[in-house]
């Protein structure tokens, strides 16, 4: 017996990294998973993207589990093709218990241009939006939606970050307000919305030059062993960073009947990086 036996989640953002780390985990827990992601570069992003190849690894991953699994290439950015697809899905699997809204971005370095601030709000903000109401009419009472919002979130503005650093700080942080004040909403029907904040997570978002760049700004061509050695300056704990399985951990829990009276949350999964920069209020 799991934990999500007889429930249905969707994933966006499933092809790799969090994405797929969190639909692997909820088909072990015996869920059904709907796995979509856009698999094509975007041009305001500066690295690559995933791949029609890494969501079909994902899908053998999660059948691996024993687990149905719905896959679709689909832009998060596109209402109607979000919508349809979530509907296409449902109609397939039957029901829908589990949101995680999970796809993003996140261009930093020289690469940067205003296109990062588009493709970086409509992907990280507008794209957890779509992901979240399309699921919203299928939705069973007692359902769990999740939404990916980050450590920076909690830290507040990266304007000096460029337009694609800006724009990640500034559309997770509408995230955990939309994640706040849409719990309030759906709590008569006992659905809770919470969201998930992480430090560095060890995926292609972290390792790629531009991310090099933000923690070696000393350096002209930094690699990612140089990077290496500023990323525990995030954390308390002394770590560079967190495993997606750390964070797919916390996406079970929410989504299950261990969670049933938790709602509204902001939970950090960032090795002490909030409280290391954070004074306490009182």
């Known amino acids: ?10 994933v966006s953002g499933a092809a790799r990294g969090q994405g797929r780390s ?6 072990a827990e015996g869920a059904d998973v709907i796995v979509l992601d856009i698999c094509a570069d975007l041009e305001g992003n ?23 699994c719905f896959s679709a290439i689909c832009d998060v ?10 509907a296409d899905a449902v ?3 039957g029901h829908l218990d589990i949101v995680v809204a999970n796809a993003g971005i996140c261009p930093m370095g020289k690469r940067q241009t205003l296109q990062s601030w588009s493709d970086t709000i409509d992907t990280d903000l507008v794209g957890v939006f779509n992901v ?16 990916t919002g980050s450590l920076a979130a909690q830290l507040g503005s990266a304007t000096n970050q460029g337009p694609g650093g800006s724009a990640y700080s500034l559309a997770k942080q509408m995230v955990a307000h939309y994640v706040n004040d849409l719990s309030v909403q759906l709590a008569k029907r006992m659905i809770r919305v919470n ?63 261990d969670a049933r ?22």
């Open 22 to 27: 969190h639909a692997i985990a909820l088909a």
């Open 91 to 93: 109609d397939e699997m």
């Open 77 to 86: 950015r596109e209402r109607s093709a979000v919508w349809q697809t979530i």
């Open 132 to 147: 979240i109401q399309a699921s919203m009419p299928h939705l069973n009472d007692g359902a769990s939606v999740i939404a």
């Open 261 to 282: 009276y938790i709602t509204g949350t902001q939970m950090r999964i960032d090795a002490g990086g909030y409280v290391k920069t954070k004074p306490w209020k009182g």
């Open 195 to 257: 969201a998930l904040h992480p430090t560095n997570v060890n995926t292609d978002m972290l390792h790629n030059e531009g991310m090099y760049r933000v923690f070696r700004p000393d350096l002209a061509s930094p690699t990612r062993d140089d990077a290496e050695l500023s990323f525990p300056a995030m954390q308390a704990m002394p770590v560079p960073y967190i495993e997606p399985h750390d964070v797919s951990a916390a996406v079970v829990f929410l989504a299950s009947d």
């Open 46 to 68: 500066t690295y690559p993207l995933s791949r029609p190849e890494d969501l079909d690894e994902t899908v053998l991953l999660v059948e691996k589990e024993g687990a149905r």
């Open 1 to 10: 017996m799991g934990k999500l036996d007889n429930k249905v989640a969707v």
